[in-house]
């Protein structure tokens, strides 16, 4: 039962960059891996990034591939998602998320979400 809050998000212009963080609290450091999604009004909530608990494995959906880089600090019990050359079809809400395995993060088996922030990407 722990608790993910992110941070990060705002408003930014085509091409610019962003890091998103996710803290997590609540209970002592855990395996699980840790991932990232984004909704946009109207649609399904999609899958981003995800990383295992070592940080040795990443994966990346196709639309964000070369741009955004997820990676953890287990020391500080947080994970990023920078992203960068941002364009206006990544405006989102974007959610951390925890899970049992990078491979579960994928099949969107989720055990913990967290609250999401905005991303805004202006044309």
């Known amino acids: 039962q722990v608790q993910l809050v992110e941070s990060g998000g705002g408003l930014v212009q085509a091409g610019g960059s962003l890091r998103l963080s996710c803290a997590a609290s609540?209970?002592?450091?855990?395996?699980?891996?840790m991932g990232w999604f984004r909704q946009a009004p109207g649609n399904e909530r999609e899958f981003v990034t995800t990383?295992?608990?070592?940080?040795?494995?990443?994966f990346y959906a196709d639309s964000v591939k070369g741009r955004f880089t997820i990676s953890r600090d287990n020391a500080k019990n947080t994970v990023y998602l920078q992203m960068n050359a941002l364009k206006p079809e990544d405006t989102a809400v974007y959610y951390c998320?925890?899970?049992?395995?990078?491979?579960?993060?994928?099949?969107?088996?989720?055990?913990?979400w967290g609250q999401g922030t905005q991303v805004t990407v202006s044309s």
């Open positions: 990383i295992s608990w070592r940080g040795d494995n990443t």
């Open positions: 998320a925890a899970s049992a395995s990078t491979a579960t993060m994928r099949a969107m088996s989720v055990a913990r």
């Open positions: 609540g209970r002592p450091s855990s395996t699980l891996a």
